[in-house]
């Protein structure tokens, strides 16, 4: 499977980005798709992910703010992100779930996923 993210870029405090994220290759193997990011100095965290039946999940501080969708049609996800904060910079990765079981803990951090995007950089100016 590969993944192209696009999408990113810089914004001011209480602006929106979208990304996308089209996956190409063994698509029909993909169960889970999802973004991380990781930010200068800090571990790689779970933004949000959708699965193969469209149920998505959000980690709790872009709840209300950032909404993740999948075009199962165009092996595309994307993530709407609004009312961004200076604490949202990052670099934002999209990538792909195959089936495997994974701890919740590790799966936060990453290490349930197989495959990985080129990140994207978000940056928001206060």
């Known amino acids: 499977v590969q993944l192209q993210a696009s999408g990113g870029g810089l914004v001011q405090a209480g602006g929106s980005l979208r990304l996308s994220c089209a996956a190409s290759g063994s698509i029909f193997s993909i169960n889970i798709m999802g973004w991380y990011r990781q930010a200068p100095g800090k571990e790689r965290e779970l933004v949000a992910d959708i699965t193969s039946g469209l149920s998505t999940n959000y980690a709790d501080s872009v709840k209300g703010r950032f909404t993740i969708s999948r075009d199962n049609a165009k092996n595309t996800v994307y993530l709407q992100m609004n009312s961004l904060k200076p604490e949202d910079s990052a670099v934002y990765y999209c990538?792909?779930?195959?089936?495997?079981?994974?701890?919740?803990?590790?799966?936060?951090?990453?290490?349930?996923?197989?495959?990985w995007g080129k990140g994207t950089q978000v940056t928001v100016s206060s």
């Open positions: 990538a792909t779930n195959q089936g495997r079981l994974c701890l919740p803990y590790l799966y936060r951090r990453g290490n349930g996923m197989d495959y």
